[in-house]
């Protein structure tokens, strides 16, 4: 049963209404949350993309500039995936002929980093587009523009970063193409040690490694995992979260492609993290802690770990992001 | 990390709190809860196995009688499952030489019929020890026994029976054989429909149709349900169960050995059930749902469709029973 199916003819645009510009925060996610393959994930307060969106005279949706992407992501408001996401919603609202839009994407986290990278980028525009049109929508009714954008950006429109990168918090995306997406509640507590490393995992070869029959006793392990997880996050149960936070299935055929990632992960164990696994298709990886305390110290450790191999390194240590996207300012 | 490991050696029996007789019930269960296969399970208030045991002066256990198994249980201490578990936890508690006990049990339910019927007897058999013992154990110290049971009873020590039988409710059985054991809270109205065609389906028949490797695709399939489900018993959230609640790995395969089960489902969504499959590996069927009304008319139209098909049913409708087995009496 689909959830999200809508009709925008239906919305009436105020164009008195229209903001003149606003600045838009989204968030980095961690998509599969170590045990959820394809169905869990969640947002953090750091990193994030910005939009900066103007509403200006000559109509059509423009990229103004993009910074932070080393000059990789495509100026053509067709090729570009935020302003065609944004043509999209403008197009089926009616409007996209009546309304001039440009866009400056400020990128602060690396594209292929296993962080959601294009999701926080897409789901910033089109929260910056709502909420320049005065917020029309629904975050349920923004939802499918956002996998539309995953599709353009990575050829597979899955919702397992887009999904908690909107709605913040943890999200369970159950139904496939369905998108029936669920919010978990976040304990108080979680919080995301993440480390990025700098070497290059495309996503396309990520999932390639991945076999496309599993051991039925392997299912029946992982599902049982995700149910703890998902009981333990109810639950507030540290415990039982760090028992259930355990991937028999990706880890074993995608943990070849992150240089140390064993020895990480012994270091994250060692030093109190409940899990330690692959952010999304990585080479990102995360030590969910308990606190802030534990994911600063597990991160340095592995920081220096991989430095003493040769190893650069980005860390962000967050909180579970709660809120999703939020308007930075609408005068900047 | 094994959640049930005790020293029973440590615990003190005081022989002159020992009582003379107890009567214990303990419920039927519906293992794998329609989407959980080997982790999730619930408990019924209807059926259930009785044990009747009383403290005699002979040492060694002893079963007295067997009523309601047709003649096909063994009454041999050592091979009924019942007092075969009794003795292994008389056993490691040091006084099976001490104490003498027969036991009579009472089978409501038929063997092989899909609804933890060796589970229930096993369960009530220890509860009655237990209790007779002036209870000794906690049911987390009595959960190895009655794993212990099922392995002497199907070949298979799994605790997707016993757990609910034993906690009561909803269980998540995680971990494999380090039985950790979650409890899930349970809907109000959360109601089953179960009925139990007149025709054979052993255990090992219906493991051995499973495939032992599956798509990954539908795997994420099931585990969103899995994660769906969870959720939606937390949230009480009947829609969400509903939706969850779906088979898409076990049941293509074991359905074939169910007359009529694909028309069964069909009477049972289109009477209001919020789902519809195979209890444990069948052949009773289950219809979950919202409140007792439609569990009692999806049952009823079930077996007029049987019968007009030739085939003999039972049925039951019960709430999720929350306690587990009980004792009934101390004078019957």
């Given at each position: 049963?689909?959830?999200y ?15 003149d510009?606003?600045?838009?925060f989204?968030?980095a996610t961690?998509?599969?949350?170590i045990?959820g393959?394809d169905?869990?994930g969640?947002?953090?307060d750091?990193p994030?993309d ?6 200006v ?6 990229i ?8 990789r992501l495509?100026l ?21 002929q009546?309304i001039?839009?440009?866009i400056?994407?400020i990128k ?6 296993g962080?959601g990278s294009?999701?926080a ?7 910056a ?7 029309p929508?629904t975050k349920?009714?923004?939802m499918p523009?956002?996998v539309?954008g995953e599709r353009?950006?990575?050829g ?8 908690p ?14 998108l ?9 507590e979680?919080?995301?040690?993440i480390?990025?490393?700098?070497v290059?995992?495309?996503t396309?070869d990520a999932r ?7 051991l039925l006793?392997d299912?029946?392990?992982q599902?049982g ?5 998902v009981?333990?996050l109810?639950q507030?149960d540290y415990?039982l979260?760090s ?5 028999v299935?990706?880890e ?22 409940l899990?330690f ?6 080479p ?12 600063e ?7 220096d770990?991989l430095?003493?191999?040769g190893?650069?390194?980005?860390k ?9 996207p ?5 005068n900047d």
């Amino acid at each position: 049963m689909p959830v999200y199916q809508h009709n925008l003819k239906d919305k009436k645009i105020d164009f008195n209404t229209i903001l003149d510009k606003v600045r838009v925060f989204a968030p980095a996610t961690v998509a599969n949350m170590i045990c959820g393959f394809d169905i869990l994930g969640f947002a953090v307060d750091e990193p994030g993309d910005e939009v900066k969106m103007y509403r200006v005279a000559e109509p059509g949706v423009r990229i103004r500039s993009i910074v932070g992407d080393g000059g990789r992501l495509p100026l053509g408001a067709d090729r570009n995936t935020v302003s065609a996401c944004v043509k999209m919603l403008l197009n089926d609202l009616g409007i996209l002929q009546d309304i001039g839009v440009e866009i400056e994407l400020i990128k602060h986290m690396p594209i292929g980093s296993g962080l959601g990278s294009s999701s926080a980028s897409t789901v910033a525009g089109l929260f910056a587009i709502n909420a320049l049109l005065n917020n029309p929508l629904t975050k349920d009714e923004l939802m499918p523009y956002c996998v539309e954008g995953e599709r353009l950006a990575c050829g597979h429109g899955h919702a397992d970063n887009v999904a908690p990168a909107l709605m913040g918090g943890i999200t369970l995306v159950r139904g496939g193409a369905d998108l029936d997406i669920v919010k978990i509640p976040v304990p108080k507590e979680l919080y995301a040690g993440i480390v990025f490393p700098q070497v290059d995992v495309p996503t396309r070869d990520a999932r390639q490694l991945i076999k496309e029959k599993v051991l039925l006793k392997d299912a029946v392990t992982q599902w049982g995992n995700i149910a703890g997880l998902v009981a333990g996050l109810f639950q507030e149960d540290y415990d039982l979260i760090s028992r259930s936070m355990q991937d028999v299935i990706i880890e074993p055929s995608r943990a070849i492609l992150i240089p140390e990632f064993y020895a990480m992960k012994e270091i994250a164990l060692a030093h109190g993290a409940l899990s330690f696994g692959i952010s999304g298709s990585g080479p990102s990886v995360v030590a969910v802690s308990k606190g802030p305390e534990v994911a600063e110290l597990v991160t340095t450790k592995i920081q220096d770990h991989l430095s003493a191999n040769g190893i650069e390194s980005f860390k962000y240590v967050s909180a579970v992001n709660v809120e999703g996207p939020k308007v930075l300012s609408f005068n900047d």
